[in-house]
């Protein structure tokens, strides 16, 4: 610990890059957890996908509420407003890039951050948006929809298969660019193109220091693996 915390100290540009396990300790399910209840049959990638909701829209779609539910009643945790406070101690020193979609990093006070996945809080029309959906709200139900096309409405998350948004891409890779240390904060590694952030900082001779209290895949590029959890650990390691 005392070693990266060094590194925290001493680093011109630090990028950060978290994934579910950073929210695990503010009670938002990572997505090994979250098949639970009713859900317990369906595996993520079958949920999160066009063609699992043009497939079966009502099942999708209430699975994200019932996600979306979960997260309302979270807050952030000790680890997003450590991240949140350094950045606003030396916002030039930090770059936060996040896989996920729950929104605890920009309510930590973080609204720069980088949502590679987009957001749960937010929909966007399933098909290219027509002048009729604009027109009057959407129809209610499950999903909501045009009342006059039809159109679906969706979360405005990246499913699997999905492009990432060019914009957040772009701005991640160029933080990944500049920094000289990257820290990767509760992800199994194993989704890209986020996972890819990392290889590319530790192929251009930044340190990347791991925390997770799991094994996983990027271990072998880093210099350090911390095997803690995010919020126990952080409010000491970003500390000046
Ligand atoms: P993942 O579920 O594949 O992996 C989570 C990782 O977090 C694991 O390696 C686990 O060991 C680690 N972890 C668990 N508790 C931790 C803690 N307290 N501190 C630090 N690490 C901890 O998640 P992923 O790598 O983010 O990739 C899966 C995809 O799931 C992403 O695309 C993401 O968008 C999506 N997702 C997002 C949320 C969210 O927004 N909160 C939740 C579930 C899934």
């Known amino acids: 610990m005392d070693t990266v915390r060094d590194w925290i100290r001493e680093a011109q540009h630090i990028a950060v890059l978290t994934g579910a396990g950073m929210s695990a300790e503010s009670g938002v399910p990572t997505f090994r957890d979250a098949q639970t209840g009713l859900w317990a ?3 993520p990638q079958d949920l999160a996908t066009e063609s699992a909701f043009r497939a079966h829209p009502q099942r999708v779609w209430d699975w994200y509420q019932f996600r979306r ?8 945790n000790a680890g997003h407003r450590a ?3 350094f950045a606003q101690r ?10 996920n979609v729950d929104g605890l ?13 987009g957001s749960i809080l937010e929909d966007r029309w399933l098909d290219a948006s027509r002048a009729c959906c604009q027109i009057a709200a ?6 909501p929809r045009c009342a006059t096309c039809g159109n679906l409405r969706r979360p405005a998350v990246v499913w699997f298969g999905e492009n990432l948004p060019q914009a957040e891409l772009d701005a991640a890779e160029a933080a990944v660019g500049r920094c000289d240390l990257m820290l990767v904060i509760g992800t199994s590694g194993v989704v890209y193109p986020a996972a890819g952030l990392a290889l590319a900082a530790h192929q251009r001779g930044a340190r990347v220091v791991l925390i ?5 895949e990027l271990d072998a590029v880093a210099s350090r693996c911390l095997r803690e959890r995010a919020a126990q650990c952080l409010p000491s390691l970003m500390e000046d």
């Open 41 to 43: 049959r369906f595996n």
């Open 69 to 76: 539910e979960a997260i309302a009643q979270v807050q952030p």
């Open 83 to 85: 991240l949140a406070a």
């Open 90 to 99: 030396h916002p030039e020193r930090l770059s936060l890039i996040t896989q």
């Open 105 to 117: 990093h920009q309510r930590a006070g973080q609204p720069q951050t980088i949502a590679l996945h």
């Open 138 to 143: 959407p129809a209610d139900g499950h999903p």
């Open 212 to 216: 997770n209290p799991e094994p996983t």
